[in-house]
Structures are given as structure tokens and as C-alpha cells.
């Protein structure tokens, strides 16, 4: 079965800091969605990546799917207190997984 | 637009009991989803359907049946609650799934559930 691991599982930061989560999948996917989670609120969607290699901006968030579409990486430029939050990827193969989540917290 | 409602927000069930939680959605999406979610585990998918009439079970459906009578509701059924259903639980819409097209999950707020 599909294997998710989003690594880290939790991030404290300074405010100003960067920060990284990833994706890893055990097998290729058709595409990834990356999702926000505040605290006591619902996942949102923030982006969907879909083709080998694919960087996409918005803002300070930059997403990555890599060449062989098994793995995703969303990276915070300069986290604001506004980031606070757990990040998922949803992974799409043959089935629909999210991953762990990565919940970040930043430290004013 | 309501976008995605599910009843109730709290419940407290005693073991064995059953209850029914609704997710109801008024943007026409085929797909709809049940998941739930654990501290450190993420969000699990319990079912999902892909249109009027249809289900399919997802990563974790013991314990659980759905229906979709109607395309705008989703129902998530727990026949003999255990402690272990302890969890908040999301109900998620999304369009009809084109190849490579837009997959983007709108969630309710979410159902947290106390089996004692």
C-alpha cells in the first residue's frame, strides 16, 4: 500500500526563519496538493502540483514536486506569525493519502 | 454559499452506542469524502464516493458505513461505537476529478467525537 512520510513532524522557528516540510511517497504519484491547517480549524487548500520537476510561488511559500514525481517540498521564506499552522501534503495514486503533517510553530 | 456543513460539531457517545454525522454541500462536487483525524497520525480516509449512489472505502472503513443518497450529502455511520472513534472527523468535497485536472478538497469544520 502507498506509503507517506512528511518529515518533519513538528518545527519551531524564530520569526524571520525558514522552514521546509517534505513528502516523501513510496511509489509515483499523479499529482500532489499541499494543504494548511490552523489550529482548531480545517485543512485549506494552498496549491496543486501536477508535472515532473514543477516549482511553484506563492508569496513567501515555494512548493516543488521532484523529477520522478514521488517526492514534494514546501519551503517558507522569512515565517511570519501567520505560518502557524500544520502542513499536509495529499498525495494522488491510485488511492487518496495525506501525509503526517508538519505543524509549525513560530516563535515571535 | 454554505460551502461544506456537517452536524453535530460535539457529540459524547457511551461504547455501543450508534450514531450518524451528515455532511452536506452546496457547490454540485461529485466527489465527497469522510476522514478523521488523530493527533501525530494526520488525516486518515475512512470513505469517499465519487458520485450519487456510489461509495468506496478509503484507508481506514472498519467500523464505519456511508451513504450518498443525494449528491449533496454524505452520511458517515457508526454502528457500535468504540473507544478507539474517538477522534474529529472531516467531511471534504471536490469537483469531478479530470486527469490532471484541479483536485482542490473543500473541508466542513469538522465533527469532534468522544466515545467514553
Known amino acids: 500500500g502507498q506509503q507517506v512520510m512528511q518529515i518533519p513532524q513538528y518545527q519551531h522557528v524564530q520569526e524571520g526563519e525558514d522552514f521546509t516540510t517534505y513528502c516523501n511517497s513510496s511509489?509515483?504519484?499523479?499529482?500532489i496538493q499541499w494543504y494548511k491547517q490552523r489550529p482548531g480549524g480545517h485543512p485549506v487548500f494552498l496549491i496543486q502540483l501536477v508535472k515532473s520537476g514543477e516549482v511553484k510561488k506563492q508569496k513567501r511559500l515555494t512548493f516543488q514536486f521532484g523529477e520522478a514525481k514521488k517526492n514534494s517540498s514546501l519551503h517558507i521564506t522569512a515565517t511570519q506569525t501567520t505560518d502557524v499552522g500544520t502542513y499536509f501534503c495529499?498525495?494522488?495514486?491510485?488511492?487518496?493519502?495525506f501525509g503526517t503533517g508538519t505543524s509549525l510553530t513560530v516563535i515571535p | 454559499n454554505a460551502g461544506v456543513t456537517q452536524t453535530p460539531k460535539f457529540r459524547v457517545l457511551k461504547t455501543g452506542q450508534s450514531m450518524t454525522l451528515l455532511c452536506a454541500q452546496d457547490?454540485?462536487?461529485?466527489?465527497m469524502y469522510w476522514y478523521r483525524q488523530d493527533p501525530g497520525m494526520g488525516l486518515r480516509l475512512i470513505h469517499y464516493s465519487v458520485g450519487e449512489g456510489t461509495t468506496a472505502k478509503g484507508e481506514v472503513p472498519d467500523g464505519y458505513n456511508v451513504s450518498r443518497l443525494k449528491k449533496q450529502n454524505f452520511l458517515l455511520g457508526l454502528e457500535s461505537a468504540a473507544p478507539s472513534q474517538t477522534s474529529v472527523y472531516f467531511c471534504?468535497?471536490?469537483?469531478?476529478?479530470?486527469?490532471?485536472?484541479?483536485?482542490?478538497?473543500?473541508f466542513g469544520p469538522g465533527t469532534r467525537l468522544t466515545v467514553l
Open positions: 495529499d498525495l494522488e495514486g491510485n488511492q487518496f493519502y
Open positions: 511509489t509515483t504519484l499523479s499529482n
Open positions: 471534504a468535497s471536490s469537483d469531478y476529478h479530470l486527469a490532471g485536472g484541479l483536485n482542490e478538497q473543500f
Open positions: 457547490m454540485n462536487h461529485e466527489y
